[in-house]
């Protein structure tokens, strides 16, 4: 199979942890005998270095003319006190925006070898295999009228948390989807007591499980969710939220996977003609511009995102479940960065990614 791979290593560690992703991607490329194609684009503050603004115009190019995209980390603090439209943030929403990417897959699993690495108890955190369905291109980050107006006392900020049927439809449907192919549960997120734009949330996604009979659906509210995370985490499969809920509750998995280094996801959307979803894919983490240049960076988050990669915009499921799999027996290995709390000295970001590809076998 021809893989064409735009890859955007973006800010800070975000080009550390790319490098090792790709290493993955090349060593899958050749272990399985696919042709694989590579372009690079700017995004984030290096691009508002190189070119002036945070997405140039030629990253998106790229970005549609690619089979899929795969993203380090945007974000430098250098850009932190100026205007949104000019922060790196605002090149990763444009390129969300640009693709027409609305659902965000995030997968939080608790690893056996990383248990002590969660704040939580074992016996808690033990069994922990979900995907959070984050919707990506609505909701109060989108909404507008929006922005800082008046001044002195008279200051007023102004945000909008707005949806429509079909948006909601969509992602409902995704969300269903993936349950019917896992154990078949799923936990519609919102804060329906209070909010009228949630109420609309819990009806449509009510309409939408009629098409599900086989899935067992649970609304619950937002705060309750956050706290059943912590106190029963196993109780999910599938969550499905609204863009700023799911943006929230998702960090929070962080601490049930261990480390926020741990988490991949993916945002993807329309079916292409053979099946394949358009995809974007990315670690959950941020730039953390503080150990940039150590070699210190957890690359697991980024390599995850390739398996999730090789799933859903190539249907490689053997491929996928091969970096799965040897992401596990290096977690097992012990050869792991210091986020993960390794009983020896450290493992570099390279270490991990070189690691990684030997428990993939092949030459």
């Known amino acids: 199979m021809h893989l064409q791979v735009l890859i955007l290593p973006g800010d800070g560690i975000g080009t550390e942890v790319t490098c090792e992703a790709v290493r993955v991607l090349k060593h899958v490329a050749k272990v399985y005998g696919h042709e694989l194609t590579l372009t690079e684009g700017l995004l984030g503050g290096v691009a508002i270095h190189k070119k002036g603004t945070p997405l140039p115009d030629e990253t998106v190019k790229l970005a549609l003319e690619a089979d899929a995209t795969l993203l380090g980390a945007v974000g430098l603090p250098e850009f932190d006190n100026v205007a949104p439209e000019k922060r790196p943030e605002r090149g990763l929403l444009g390129i969300r925006k640009a693709l027409g990417v609305y659902a965000n897959l995030r997968p939080v699993r608790a690893y056996s070898a990383l248990l002590n690495s969660s704040p939580l108890k074992n016996h808690l955190v033990e069994g922990t295999d979900m995907i959070i369905v984050r919707e990506l291109t609505g909701g109060i980050y989108y909404g507008t009228p929006r922005g800082i107006s008046g001044e002195g006392a008279e200051t007023r900020a102004v945000n909008t948390m707005t949806y429509t049927r079909p948006e909601i439809e969509r992602v409902a449907r995704m969300a269903f989807t993936l349950a019917r192919a896992r154990r078949r549960k799923l936990a519609s997120v919102d804060k329906s007591n209070v909010l009228e734009n949630s109420q609309l949330w819990r009806k449509v996604v009510t309409e939408v499980a009629a098409e599900f009979p086989d899935v067992e659906l649970e609304h619950i509210l937002v705060d309750n969710c956050a706290m059943q995370l912590i106190l029963n985490p196993r109780r999910f499969d599938i969550v499905l939220t609204e863009n700023m809920f799911g943006d929230i509750l998702s960090d929070e998995g962080a601490v049930l996977a261990g480390s926020i280094g741990m988490l991949p996801s993916a945002s993807i959307g329309a079916r292409k003609p053979n099946g394949a979803w358009v995809g974007l894919y990315e670690p959950v983490h941020g730039s953390a511009p503080d150990i940039a240049g150590q070699n210190k960076a957890n690359p697991l988050g980024a390599i995850?995102?390739?398996?999730?990669?090789?799933?859903?915009?190539?249907?490689?499921?053997?491929?996928?479940?091969?970096?799965?799999?040897?992401?596990?027996?290096?977690?097992?290995?012990?050869?792991?960065?210091?986020?993960?709390?390794?009983?020896?000295?450290?493992?570099?970001?390279?270490?991990?990614?070189?690691?990684?590809?030997?428990?993939?076998?092949?030459k």
Not at 306 to 315: D, K, T
Request: aromatic share 6%; net charge negative; with cysteine.
């Open 304 to 362: 995850g995102s390739v398996a999730a990669m090789l799933e859903y915009s190539f249907g490689l499921k053997e491929e996928a479940a091969a970096v799965n799999n040897a992401i596990e027996k290096v977690l097992e290995s012990g050869r792991v960065t210091a986020d993960l709390k390794p009983a020896g000295p450290p493992a570099s970001t390279t270490d991990v990614g070189q690691a990684v590809c030997s428990f993939i076998g092949g």
